[in-house]
């Protein structure tokens, strides 16, 4: 299974941005995916966290009120909107999954976290 990202970009402060992550491959469901944040010389930074079946959600505190995670089960993409965006949401964003998926030779189910490669948000002042 494969993560890819998408919608990361420049952006003035205030302004939004939609960022996507859909997932591909076969014989495999995915259970709580997150978004996670690196910013230059900081810490990682879990930002939203969804449940399997999208009707549950957290947020980190930095974030509450202005970012709002989702999913689209049938297209196995979850999203991430952001807005108002501030110059301190600057960093390269990613996405996690955690996934179960059929060995296909062995028909054995495997459990693992898949991320993906990240997108660039920038936020000016």
């Known amino acids: 299974v494969q993560l890819v990202e998408s919608g990361g970009g420049l952006v003035q402060a205030g302004g939004s941005l939609r960022l996507s992550c859909a997932a591909s491959g076969s014989a495999f469901s995915i259970n709580a995916m997150c978004w996670y944040r690196q910013a230059p010389g900081k810490q990682r930074e879990m930002v939203a966290l969804?449940?399997?079946?999208?009707?549950?959600?957290n947020y980190a505190d930095s974030v509450k009120g202005r970012f709002t995670a989702s999913r689209d089960i049938a297209k196995n993409t979850m999203y991430l909107q952001m807005n108002p965006l501030k110059p301190e949401d600057t960093a390269v964003y990613y996405c996690?999954?955690?996934?179960?998926?059929?060995?296909?030779?062995?028909?054995?189910?495997?459990?693992?976290?898949?991320w993906g490669q990240g997108t660039q948000v920038t936020v000016s002042s």
């Open positions: 969804i449940n399997s079946g999208g009707g549950s959600t």
């Open positions: 996690t999954a955690q996934i179960t998926e059929v060995d296909l030779p062995t028909a054995k189910l495997k459990e693992y976290e898949r």
